[in-house]
């Protein structure tokens, strides 16, 4: 069902990095990397949070002490919530800090990240980074084997290195019999973790005895079936389920990237 052959393709910051890599185990950052990108973003939080604080205050200075403290909590979510969210979900994953040293913010199978994972990372980073003054991170860095702080592990993210050549196996193709069902199921809630030992599978379904392949895609079909809506046609072979599902989520990650990529065209094409 799944052809062997992989292509050599290196990653680069503009490429389109989905949940079909998510069987490649992309090299996680390490801790030094990740703590160098750290203290330059903060570093610029903190720049950030003088300009706001001045900008804000500046504005309501003559004004009553609630509007003031109003201003006030403005500037906190502003700068260390809605700033770095929009700045990594606009970028795919980056900041100022991972653009220096080539780093970027992915899903835990390897795919982009969106809103609510740049949201869920940036609102734990205010505890574990700012009140905690990065002591938890680190050390959650540290105990982890993907360099993980607790931002990462809440939002089901981790941080990779983008600079490096690697292999790239074909993505799975759409089965033309549940093509029709998958376009219009609601797959979007699949955790990553889950999608990685699906993919994983399908890659490996050559290498495995009949006994263990037919064992293990219904256990998979199985786990998958409650994150899907709604349910495969009845019979439908569980290998085929999987590859549906892997490949229409991918499908839907190109289409968000193009339409992500699109919307930043026609604002620099705006100001310009």
């Known amino acids: 069902m799944l052809a062997t052959m992989s292509q050599y393709a290196a990653l680069t910051p503009d490429d389109l990095v989905t949940g079909e890599a998510v069987a490649l185990d ?22 950030a949070m003088v300009l706001f604080s001045i900008v804000f205050f500046t504005a309501v200075a003559n004004t009553s002490f609630a509007l003031m403290w109003a201003a006030w909590i403005g500037t906190l979510m502003a700068v260390f919530v809605v700033v770095p969210t929009a700045v990594e979900t606009l970028t795919r994953g980056k900041s100022l800090g991972k653009l220096v040293t080539g ?109 263990s392949r037919s064992r293990m895609a219904e256990h998979l079909a199985g786990l998958l079936r409650s994150h899907v809506s709604p349910a495969p046609p009845p019979g439908t072979d569980p290998e085929v389920f999987l590859a549906a599902v892997i490949a229409a989520r991918r499908e839907r990650d190109l289409a968000r990237l193009q339409r992500e990529a699109a919307l930043r065209d026609r604002l620099v094409h705006r100001h310009h």
């Open 26 to 47: 992309l090299p996680a950052a390490s801790l030094a990397s990740r703590m160098v990108s750290g203290l330059i973003d903060v570093a610029v939080t903190v720049v």
């Open 103 to 211: 780093l970027r913010t992915v899903r835990d199978d390897a795919g982009p990240i969106s809103f609510q994972h740049a949201f869920v990372r940036a609102l734990v980073g205010v505890v574990e980074i700012y009140l905690l003054t990065g002591v938890p991170a680190f050390f959650s860095g540290l105990l982890s084997h993907r360099g993980k702080r607790l931002g990462d592990y809440a939002a089901g993210t981790y941080v990779v290195r983008e600079r490096f050549a690697l292999t790239l196996p074909p993505p799975v193709p759409m089965p033309a019999s549940l093509a029709a069902w998958a376009a219009g199921a609601d797959i979007a809630s699949i955790p990553g973790p889950l999608a990685l030992q699906a993919r994983q599978h399908l890659l490996r379904v050559a290498q495995l005895d009949p006994a």
